[in-house]
């Protein structure tokens, strides 16, 4: 990323810009403004991440960056975080979506405002940007999402396909973790009276989410997409294909009536400047544009910029710590694409021949004719290790492996060899006809690519909890041995695969620690089957992006380096096999304000491969703050298993200051199994 020291403005910054809600509730604002450029458009991010230490690295890139181009970039602490007063209950609350309403009208009518607002986000803050645009408050003129759903129960971190997520558990105890810190005593003298509070009132949030196993008005809030006609604020939405929210930007571009655009990029969990694998681009060039027609007025024809712009993958071996992969840009005036056909191409297994064994998980083929068969599914529990993180962060392994040995494990049925490249744009659908023999399960579908090597690169996948065959809000147990039609679609791809490479659909019926296993290990009988695959015309290099640029980075000194490692160990006697991901991120000083932080996580997925009532999670934060004399630290550790007709969810938090221990609260729920 190139760094811009020089603006068309001076900058200005209120490190605590005091913003009073209408019940009290004093929000606090970090702000950068341009100096001598009157009265501009302020742009918001809300977010419960902590601008004082947890974003801030990002933030002084991105804020200051766009406020030196005639802006006021407001950066807020959701209610109850951070430097915030109040408490903190669950995610994209009503409250905290009338405080983004409160806020965006304050914005407004301050002196240095013009009266437009726009908002923008990644993750919680794309989430939430969405969310409040379709309450449509007055002054809120565009916003910008990142990495963000439409559908909070269908494509978020608690479940997937109506399948209960892995991360479900984990994101409850990243949230248990985050939102246990106190305000900064350098701007909170009651920090201690309010971290205390905080600490008494934290919720264990895994529990809540788990036990919402249908889509209810609990998921339904907050999901534009029960209302897409409520959406006529203006939206430039932001994916990547290395990210789990790939499939919001073409879902946007559809079906919103307001001006929107959308742009999909190789990269990871992370704004599109700073991301892996690159290339990275000019997402605050992009976002100035945007701003600069929608906020100030200006006929820049950032409008015609086409609705879907998309970085077409090309086959490259497998890494799942890739700095960069190799593609092009492409660019769709409309969407759906005129350029994108629909082909269909039928799952078969070859012909049994009498006295001649067939391996265990036997592999079919893709061809053009439909052709009865039968094959069962049962793959063993730890399948899905090679599965890379729902949001993968950045180089430590996070993203997709080669899924050659996985492969070994499902049922695959294998396309052609290809003579040409082929192109691949949009969601490819799988229907199958099958039977299962347990009341409870889930079916996975993997896309995959396959080079001469046998290596295997993951495309797409897609999930479908069975009992939610028919009805995401009505689910209901399968019947058992009786054959059922499902449906369901994969995950949004742009990708060619070269000539020379084969096309494969693996599937399985498990995908650990992805997806938590079903209460028995299950056998699926398939009969038929056909995937429906988005066919491009094709394409060259049809748009070249801005280079990555920023303001300066943070001023800061590293105390104690961290150091990641991820593996994948097997208990030769006990049979076991786990995930341990250790993160420590080390500690920094921050040099403009002084307050150093340091962050330390480790995570074990365990599971017996014949067994999934063996599979179990823990997870332990640690987070530490100091400055001078002053230090504190909090500790959560949480752990998940299960029975056949049960979740438990236990957690403990600790908070210490100094080396005391001040405050302990202990968590042990259980949640029926009632569809998972």
């Not at 945007?290 to 090309?314: F, P, S, T, V």
Request: proline share 7%; glycine share 8%.
């Amino acid at each position: 990323m190139q760094v811009r020291s020089e603006f068309p403005f001076k900058i200005i910054e209120e490190p605590d810009l005091a913003i009073v809600l209408s019940d009290g509730c004093r929000l606090s604002a970090r702000v950068w403004r341009a100096e001598g450029a009157g009265r501009v458009p302020a742009v918001l991010e809300y977010i419960p991440y902590r601008k004082r230490d947890g974003t801030l690295p990002r933030d002084e890139i991105m804020h200051a960056y766009v406020a030196g181009h005639g802006y006021a970039c407001v950066r807020v602490d959701m209610r109850g975080t951070g430097d915030s007063e109040g408490l903190m209950q669950d995610e994209y609350t009503p409250q905290e979506l009338a405080d983004a309403c409160e806020v965006i009208a304050w914005l407004a009518a301050q002196d240095w405002c013009s009266g437009a607002v726009g908002m923008m986000g990644k993750s919680w803050g794309g989430f939430n940007c969405l969310q409040t645009a379709f309450l449509q408050p007055p002054a809120l003129k565009a916003v910008i999402s990142v990495c963000s759903t439409t559908d909070r129960f269908a494509d978020d971190i608690h479940f997937k396909g109506g399948c209960l997520l892995g991360e479900n558990f984990g994101w409850g105890a990243v949230m248990l973790s985050y939102s246990s810190r106190p305000a900064d005593p350098a701007l909170r003298p009651d920090w201690r009276e309010d971290w205390l509070a905080r600490l008494e009132a934290e919720p264990w949030l895994a529990p809540r989410w788990a036990a919402m196993q249908e889509k209810n008005a609990y998921w339904k809030h907050g999901s534009v997409s029960e209302d897409y006609a409520r959406m006529t604020v203006p939206v430039l939405s932001w994916g990547g294909w290395a990210d789990n929210y790939m499939n919001t930007v073409a879902q946007l571009v559809e079906n919103v009536p307001a001006p929107v655009q959308g742009i999909v990029g190789p990269w990871v969990h992370q704004y599109p400047h700073t991301a892996v694998p690159g290339p990275a681009i000019g997402f605050l060039q992009c976002a100035l544009r945007w701003w600069d027609r929608w906020l100030k007025g200006i006929e820049n024809g950032a409008e015609g910029d086409g609705a879907y712009r998309a970085y077409m993958l090309h086959s490259q071996p497998p890494d799942a710590s890739a700095r960069a992969r190799a593609g092009h840009w492409l660019v769709e005036a409309d969407w759906p694409s005129a350029r994108v056909s629909r082909a269909v191409l039928h799952l078969a297994m070859p012909a049994q021949v009498p006295g001649v064994s067939h391996p265990r998980t036997p592999v079919g083929y893709l061809g053009t004719d439909e052709a009865g068969f039968a094959v069962e599914v049962a793959t063993p529990q730890h399948l899905g290790l090679q599965a890379g993180e729902f949001f993968p962060m950045g180089l430590n392994a996070e993203m997709p492996g080669d899924q050659a040995g996985e492969d070994a494990m499902s049922v695959c049925f294998d396309g052609a060899v290809l003579a040409q490249p082929m192109d691949l744009l949009g969601a490819a659908k799988l229907r199958l006809r099958l039977a299962s023999d347990k009341p409870l399960g889930f079916v996975v579908a993997r896309l995959c690519d396959v080079a001469p090597d046998g290596s295997s690169v993951r495309i797409a996948h897609g999930m479908l909890n069975l009992c939610h065959r028919n009805s995401m809000e009505l689910p209901e147990p399968m019947p058992l041995n009786q054959a059922v039609e499902v449906g369901f679609a994969l995950d949004q791809m742009a990708y060619r695969l070269a000539a020379g490479h084969r096309l494969r659909l693996a599937i399985s019926n498990s995908y650990w620690p992805f997806l938590w296993p079903s209460p028995e290990a299950g056998r699926l009988r398939i009969t038929s089957g056909q995937v429906e695959l988005p066919l491009h015309a094709g394409s060259g290099p049809e748009w070249a992006p801005p280079p990555a640029e920023g303001a300066a980075p943070w001023a800061h000194r590293v105390l104690r380096a961290g150091k990641t490692s991820r593996r994948i160990e097997q208990d030769l006697i006990g049979k076991t096999v786990s995930l341990i991901v250790n993160d420590d991120l080390g500690d920094v000083e921050n040099l403009k304000h002084g307050l150093c932080s340091g962050e330390t996580m480790r995570e074990l997925w365990q599971i017996h491969p014949d067994d999934p009532l063996s599979a179990r999670a823990e997870h332990c934060w640690e987070q530490r703050l100091s400055r001078g004399d002053w230090s504190v630290k909090t500790v959560a550790w949480a752990e998940m298993t299960a029975t056949a007709t049960a979740f438990r969810m236990v957690a403990r938090l600790q908070a210490y200051e100094g080396e005391a221990l001040i405050f302990e609260r202990h968590f042990d729920e259980e949640v029926a199994r009632r569809f998972v």
